[in-house]
């Protein structure tokens, strides 16, 4: 296997108007429209300009397009997910944007107008007004939408953010991890090769953002005639921990190994819908009324309450709802907070119902506790509650009371943004209403929750 290449340069540039890609909570990729003067990456340095403002009626993207009959389109591509991506023409015919024009998100508002030119089989994209540096560019996609869209400021939450953000885009940011890397001189042994990694169990999740194979480049001089040759022994080699996020990233992992794409990151939010909104709504009202109960009986426990709903969408995932209350006091025992108390009911639950059966149970991780739940707890769980959390897999956390001493999820610390943590999960913390008489009182701010 090859090092790195002592020099290189490679030149991203996206579209003339050099708008870029971003992953938007609740929408998956936008367009954004930062005007940047072309950078020349170069494995030890990149360097951008100044952003800018887009003026109005500027052409931000010319896109050609793919055209699908009308019968093509009703008995095939309709039924795939080109149906989100696709344009109508004026002569029946359906359009299928390359390049940036299949990525703009809609508005009620939108800031680019399009136009389908079926002849020059292109769309045009014009900016309707002056659009500041990162605005994202939307245009309007018409009255009958497919999706539910909620605008992230119109949740009832505030998502945390990790602080996982950095995009590893220059060559000292990518982080490294020791791999194990074989050469296989003679292409014929690949396969076997692979087959062993996979019933070795060496073929792990942890390295999916990894491609297994890595070519040579040709040798100038090939030997003379063909001996077969078998795989050497492993040798260690530096290898990108993670997936890459944008272009400029792929570039500089792939000098390490080839690696893939991967702009939305797993534990990502998921694209709300007014439905799940009024699913969480229900779920943090039962939460305040269980609270206000806990209120009114205290017997010297601490008022704090954690519950699990049924999920949305898939209610399969869980036989009832579970409430627990943090009952430190009464069992005269310090770990039995609230969040602690529901993992281990539904622990219990869990562990009543018939097993997981099969590799994929396995592979997906449904015997882990709390794997696909989502919990909604009135005051920020603690650190170790929030480890608890994490090592039971649990999907999404809400809370209403932040604890910036003692919390775990964003207020002392943030777990689940931890390097080398072997699952992440997203944070939200619901808008307090003013007028809001159940909101649950502010706890001594030394408590761990
Ligand atoms: C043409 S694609 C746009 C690019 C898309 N966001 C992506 O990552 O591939 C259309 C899809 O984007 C999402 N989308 C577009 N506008 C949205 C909005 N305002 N709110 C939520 N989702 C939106 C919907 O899932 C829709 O099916």
Request: glycine share 6%; aromatic share 8%.
């Amino acid at each position: 296997m090859t090092g790195l290449p002592s020099t290189a340069t490679t030149t991203w540039v996206l579209n003339p108007t050099r708008c870029h890609l971003k992953t938007i909570q609740g929408k998956g990729r936008g367009v954004f429209g930062t005007i940047r003067s072309q950078f020349t990456l170069t494995y030890s340095s990149s360097s951008f300009s100044a952003t800018q403002t887009i003026p109005a009626r500027t052409v931000i993207e010319t896109s050609p397009v793919l055209l699908f009959s009308k019968q093509e389109y009703d008995d095939h591509g309709r039924h795939t997910l080109l149906d989100h991506y696709t344009f109508n023409s004026r002569d029946g015919r359906m359009a299928l944007a390359l390049g940036l024009g299949s990525l703009f998100n809609h508005a009620e508002n939108p800031n680019v107008s399009f136009s389908v030119d079926i002849v020059q089989e292109r769309i045009v994209y014009t900016s309707t007004r002056a659009i500041q540096p990162d605005e994202e560019l939307c245009i309007f996609y018409g009255h009958q939408l497919w999706f539910d869209p909620v605008d992230e400021d119109d949740l009832p939450f505030t998502w945390k953010k990790l602080g996982l953000d950095k995009e590893e885009e220059q060559l000292d940011d990518v982080e490294l991890v020791q791999g194990w890397v074989v050469d296989i001189p003679d292409p014929t042994y690949i396969a076997t090769m692979l087959k062993w990694l996979k019933q070795a169990g060496l073929d792990k999740d942890a390295l999916s953002h990894l491609k297994r194979i890595r070519r040579q480049a040709a040798s100038l001089h090939p030997p003379p005639r063909y001996v077969p040759r078998p795989p050497t022994s492993p040798t260690g080699l530096p290898i990108p921990r993670y997936p890459a996020r944008t272009p400029t990233s792929l570039a500089l992992k792939n000098t390490y190994w080839p690696t893939v794409l991967c702009p939305r990151r797993k534990w990502e939010p998921e694209p709300w819908t007014t439905a799940r909104v009024r699913w969480a709504s229900a779920a943090v009202h039962r939460l305040k009324r269980a609270h206000t109960d806990a209120a009114i009986a205290q017997n010297g426990e601490l008022p704090v309450v954690a519950h699990v709903p049924i999920p949305h969408p898939d209610p399969t995932q869980l036989s009832r709802p579970f409430f627990a209350y943090d009952t430190r006091t009464s069992a005269n025992h310090p770990l039995r907070h609230a969040a602690l108390d529901v993992i281990r009911q539904i622990a219990d639950d869990r562990a009543a119902q018939p097993p997981p059966s099969g590799d994929e149970a396995v592979k997906n991780g449904v015997q882990y506790l709390l794997t696909g739940l989502s919990l909604f707890i009135t005051h920020e769980p603690c650190v170790m509650c929030t480890m608890a959390l994490l090592h039971s897999r649990v999907k999404e956390v809400f809370y209403l009371v932040p604890m910036p001493r003692t919390g775990g999820c964003g207020g002392l610390t943030c777990i689940p943004s931890l390097k080398g943590v072997n699952h992440r999960f997203s944070i939200g913390v619901w808008k307090e209403d003013p007028g809001d008489s159940d909101w649950p009182d502010p706890l001594d701010p030394t408590i761990d929750v």
